[in-house]
């Protein structure tokens, strides 16, 4: 057990899905494991370990925001011995062609996250994808006609933006879309040597005002998820 993580060394997979939401964490358990048991319920932040297609594999909710993620990806990697965090998440679209219910892979995470900044002292550090598990993704997807799209996403800090024009001068650099982890997900994988990607599903978009039902969410989750168990 550790501080924030209820469970057994060797009670979690080498690979973990990591939604922010637990619920969901819960419901792909629920949905694609066989014989899954529940390992976490601290802070009602689910987490399951079971078999997909006979790999052994984990899922967890990670809370949201860059803090959140961190400390659950510090404990899963130093005390329960995770290699592969994969981040399943929801993102607002940044750009016109990047449309609701794409998939997105993030290659590289920008962030107005205050972590980095004073890890680093004020210098730029950027948060990178694993490159093995990014390309078992893009095959992952193009085996299963899944199509995606591939760039930098910006982790905020804040989901609710005084200006809501704000989005714009990343938008104009080429971002594709805003979620708030993958910027620290990427960064504590980084430092400790193990694999980290984030996949994300665009639930709604900061250019056209569109957003997803949950109804549509559930299903269109679907896509990404499944492109993430490949990766077990
Ligand atoms: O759908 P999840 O994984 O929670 O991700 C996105 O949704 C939350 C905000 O609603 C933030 O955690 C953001 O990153
Ligand atoms: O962090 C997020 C997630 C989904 N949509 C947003 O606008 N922001």
């Given at each position: 057990?550790?501080?924030?993580?209820?469970?057994?060394?060797?009670?979690?997979?080498?690979?973990?899905?990591?939604?922010?939401?637990?619920?969901?964490?819960?419901?792909?358990?629920?949905?694609?494991?066989?014989?899954?048991?529940?390992?976490?319920?601290?802070?009602?932040?689910?987490?399951?370990?079971?078999?997909?297609?006979?790999?052994?594999?984990?899922?967890?909710?990670?809370?949201?925001?860059?803090?959140?993620?961190?400390?659950?990806?510090?404990?899963?990697?130093?005390?329960?011995?995770?290699?592969?965090?994969?981040?399943?998440?929801?993102?607002g679209s940044y750009q016109a062609?990047v449309?609701?219910?794409?998939?997105?892979?993030?290659?590289?995470?920008s962030?107005t996250?205050?972590?980095?900044?004073?890890?680093?002292?004020?210098?730029?550090?950027?948060?990178?994808?694993?490159?093995?598990?990014?390309?078992?993704?893009?095959?992952?997807?193009?085996?299963?006609?899944?199509?995606?799209?591939?760039?930098?996403?910006l982790?905020s800090d804040e989901f609710y933006e005084d200006d809501k024009e704000s989005f714009k001068k990343w938008s104009k650099f080429g971002v594709?879309c805003v979620?708030?982890?993958?910027?620290?997900?990427?960064?504590?994988?980084?430092?400790?040597?193990?694999?980290?990607?984030?996949?994300?599903?665009?639930?709604d978009s900061l250019v056209s005002g569109e957003?997803?039902?949950?109804?549509?969410?559930?299903?269109?989750?679907?896509?990404?998820?499944?492109?993430?168990?490949?990766?077990?």
């Amino acid at each position: 057990m550790s501080v924030h993580i209820g469970a057994k060394k060797g009670d979690i997979a080498e690979t973990i899905l990591l939604p922010g939401d637990p619920l969901r964490a819960k419901w792909i358990a629920e949905t694609y494991f066989d014989n899954p048991f529940c390992f976490n319920e601290i802070r009602g932040m689910y987490g399951y370990t079971g078999t997909y297609n006979g790999k052994r594999v984990s899922v967890m909710g990670t809370g949201m925001g860059v803090p959140s993620i961190s400390i659950y990806a510090n404990e899963l990697i130093t005390e329960y011995g995770v290699k592969n965090l994969i981040r399943v998440g929801s993102a607002g679209s940044y750009q016109a062609d990047v449309k609701i219910r794409d998939v997105v892979l993030a290659m590289s995470a920008s962030s107005t996250s205050g972590v980095n900044e004073l890890r680093f002292g004020g210098a730029d550090y950027a948060p990178t994808a694993n490159f093995g598990l990014f390309i078992k993704a893009v095959e992952a997807a193009r085996s299963k006609n899944i199509p995606i799209k591939a760039g930098n996403v910006l982790s905020s800090d804040e989901f609710y933006e005084d200006d809501k024009e704000s989005f714009k001068k990343w938008s104009k650099f080429g971002v594709l879309c805003v979620e708030m982890e993958a910027a620290g997900l990427y960064t504590i994988a980084a430092k400790h040597r193990v694999n980290a990607l984030a996949i994300l599903t665009i639930s709604d978009s900061l250019v056209s005002g569109e957003s997803t039902t949950s109804k549509e969410r559930e299903t269109t989750f679907k896509h990404m998820i499944e492109v993430a168990l490949e990766l077990a």
